[in-house]
Protein backbone atom coordinates (compact mmCIF):
# COMPACT_ATOMS: atom_id res chain seq x y z
CA UNK A 1 0.00 0.00 0.00
CA UNK A 2 2.87 2.20 0.77
CA UNK A 3 4.05 2.59 -3.18
CA UNK A 4 0.64 2.60 -4.30
CA UNK A 5 0.36 6.18 -2.02
CA UNK A 6 3.43 7.35 -2.96
CA UNK A 7 3.10 7.04 -6.56
CA UNK A 8 -0.34 8.40 -6.90
CA UNK A 9 0.97 11.55 -5.01
CA UNK A 10 -0.65 10.26 -1.70
CA UNK A 11 2.48 9.52 0.17
CA UNK A 12 1.02 11.36 3.56
CA UNK A 13 -1.26 8.41 3.71
CA UNK A 14 -0.79 5.75 5.84
CA UNK A 15 -2.08 2.54 6.28
CA UNK A 16 -4.08 4.12 9.64
CA UNK A 17 -5.49 7.16 7.80
CA UNK A 18 -6.70 5.09 4.90
CA UNK A 19 -8.06 2.52 7.80
CA UNK A 20 -10.40 5.79 9.36
CA UNK A 21 -11.16 6.74 6.40
CA UNK A 22 -12.88 3.86 5.17
CA UNK A 23 -14.72 3.01 8.44
CA UNK A 24 -15.84 6.88 8.29
CA UNK A 25 -17.39 6.34 4.66
CA UNK A 26 -18.68 3.13 5.55
CA UNK A 27 -20.54 4.76 8.41
CA UNK A 28 -21.58 7.63 6.85
CA UNK A 29 -23.14 5.32 3.71
CA UNK A 30 -25.45 3.79 6.59
CA UNK A 31 -23.76 0.32 6.60
CA UNK A 32 -24.64 -1.87 9.86
CA UNK A 33 -22.28 -1.80 12.89
CA UNK A 34 -21.58 -5.44 11.59
CA UNK A 35 -20.96 -5.08 8.22
CA UNK A 36 -18.72 -2.20 9.02
CA UNK A 37 -16.41 -4.63 11.52
CA UNK A 38 -17.07 -7.52 9.57
CA UNK A 39 -15.28 -5.56 6.79
CA UNK A 40 -12.36 -3.67 8.69
CA UNK A 41 -12.25 -7.41 10.77
CA UNK A 42 -13.07 -5.93 14.14
CA UNK A 43 -15.64 -7.04 16.53
CA UNK A 44 -18.86 -5.34 16.29
CA UNK A 45 -17.88 -3.49 19.78
CA UNK A 46 -14.59 -2.43 19.03
CA UNK A 47 -16.04 -0.75 15.66
CA UNK A 48 -18.84 0.59 17.41
CA UNK A 49 -16.50 2.36 20.00
CA UNK A 50 -13.23 3.23 17.42
CA UNK A 51 -15.28 4.51 14.69
CA UNK A 52 -18.98 5.34 14.79
CA UNK A 53 -18.56 8.30 17.16
CA UNK A 54 -21.56 10.15 17.36
CA UNK A 55 -21.94 12.98 14.85
CA UNK A 56 -21.71 16.85 15.43
CA UNK A 57 -23.90 19.30 14.70
CA UNK A 58 -22.43 21.14 11.86
CA UNK A 59 -21.52 24.97 13.31
CA UNK A 60 -20.35 25.98 10.39
CA UNK A 61 -22.46 26.17 6.86
CA UNK A 62 -19.74 27.36 4.66
CA UNK A 63 -16.96 25.09 6.19
CA UNK A 64 -19.37 22.19 5.90
CA UNK A 65 -20.07 22.80 2.24
CA UNK A 66 -16.12 23.24 1.43
CA UNK A 67 -14.97 20.13 2.48
CA UNK A 68 -18.31 18.28 1.13
CA UNK A 69 -16.75 19.59 -2.09
CA UNK A 70 -13.54 17.75 -1.76
CA UNK A 71 -14.73 14.66 -3.28
CA UNK A 72 -16.68 16.55 -6.18
CA UNK A 73 -13.28 18.15 -6.89
CA UNK A 74 -11.81 17.21 -10.34
CA UNK A 75 -8.87 14.49 -10.12
CA UNK A 76 -5.08 15.38 -10.22
CA UNK A 77 -3.37 14.57 -13.06
Excluded at 9 to 29: A, I
Excluded at 36 to 47: C, H, K, N, S
Aim: proline fraction near 3%; charge should be neutral; aromatic fraction near 8%.
Amino acid sequence: MREAFDECGYGWVTSHVFRKTVSTHLDQSGVSTTEGADQLGDTPTVYEERYRKKRRKATNRAAMEALESIEKAPEAK
